[in-house]
């Protein structure tokens, strides 16, 4: 029986005429979904911690320890039980003083130091709930500390039984807790009168 010379037999395939391996689909979306997941998330945690207000309520702030205070107001409901007194040269017909006409809002400013107490008073004592009402956007008011710490509230209106005559209430919101507050007339007196006194805010 002859045998070959191994140097008769043809070369074996080289690893470019193997078939191409398939990648499963699956697999693709897997990793895509994971590139992307990962880094939005992680934005999102640091964009969370960046943002998180250095304080859970208005009773922690104490006026000496901060540098700070940024107010705006909007949406701001006319209505006798809404608003500040008028003054006397303040002209509002009766039929446009209702709730569902608005005051020019109070464009973003700065208290001066000795009202921080006055305009922190009218937000003190707010009472903690679980959650808000559906209510209209008020405003906000920025915080920073001495220090460097910041914070901010987030303001709301809604009447309690939603009757067109009845006190808006204030209802604020900071980092994930939510308080009732006092009624929106005291809030305004209190602010407006800051605010003519105050700087506006670049």
Not at 154 to 164: H, T
Request: overall charge neutral; hydrophobic content about 35%; some cysteine.
């Amino acid at each position: 029986m002859n045998r070959l010379d191994p140097s008769d037999l043809p070369p074996p395939p080289s690893p470019a005429d193997a078939p191409p391996k398939k990648i499963n689909a699956a697999v693709l979306l897997i990793l895509a979904a994971v590139f992307v997941t990962v880094p939005v998330c992680l934005f999102a945690l640091v964009y969370m911690w960046l943002t998180q207000s250095a304080f859970n309520s208005i009773d922690e702030l104490k006026a000496d320890d901060l540098h700070e205070i940024e107010i705006r107001l909007v949406n701001l409901p006319r209505g006798p039980q809404n608003r500040p007194d008028p003054s006397p040269d303040e002209r509002i017909k009766p039929d446009e003083n209702t709730r569902f006409h608005t005051d020019p809002d109070v464009d973003p400013t700065l208290l001066t130091r000795p009202d921080f107490d006055a305009f922190l008073g009218a937000l003190r004592g707010a009472e903690k709930v679980d959650r808000k009402p559906p209510s209209p956007y008020l405003g906000k008011v920025e915080i920073r500390y001495k220090d460097g710490r910041r914070g901010t509230v987030m303001l709301y209106w809604a009447s309690e039984d939603n009757r067109p005559d009845s006190p808006a209430v204030v209802w604020l919101r900071i980092n994930s807790h939510y308080y009732k507050g006092g009624t929106l007339k005291e809030l305004r007196t209190v602010a407006q009168a800051c605010a003519e006194r105050g700087t506006k805010a670049r």
